[in-house]
Nanobody
Framework: VQLVESGGGLVQPGGSLRLSCVATGIDLSTYAMSWVRQPPGKGPEWVSTIYSGGTATNYAGAVKGRFTISRDDAKNTLSLQMSELKPEDTAVYYC????????????WGQGTQVTVSA
């Protein structure tokens, strides 16, 4: 199993980024998939989950209305469109099947760094 996140970077407050997660060795269509982030010096935070079929989603209160999770099962990819970014969104962002929980282990990818700063 390999999960590869990309799309992070440095952005000014109020800006936007789109994160992607490409999976190999696992059929994402059979899983509810989540984005989890880890701010500097803090523990992991659940961000959002999209369920199989893509018709149901959940968001953490801190990102609701600003972030949109989506999936393309044909391409075995997961995305996170982030807008109205705030400095407190600064973190390393990871994708993972919801069933894996929010604690990183060897199955997780390297994540993608998002830094929101003026």
């Amino acid at each position: 199993v390999q999960l590869v996140e990309s799309g992070g970077g440095l952005v000014q407050p109020g800006g936007s980024l789109r994160l992607s997660c490409v999976a190999t060795g696992i059929d994402l269509s059979t899983y509810a998939m989540s984005w989890v982030r880890q701010p500097p010096g803090k523990g992991p935070e659940w961000v959002s989950t999209i369920y199989s079929g893509g018709t149901a989603t959940n968001y953490a209160g801190a990102v609701k209305g600003r972030f949109t999770i989506s999936r393309d099962d044909a391409k075995n990819t997961l995305s996170l469109q982030m807008s109205e970014l705030k400095p407190e969104d600064t973190a390393v962002y990871y994708c993972a099947p919801q069933i894996w929980g929010n604690q990183r282990d060897d199955r997780w990818g390297q994540g993608t760094q998002v830094t929101v700063s003026a």
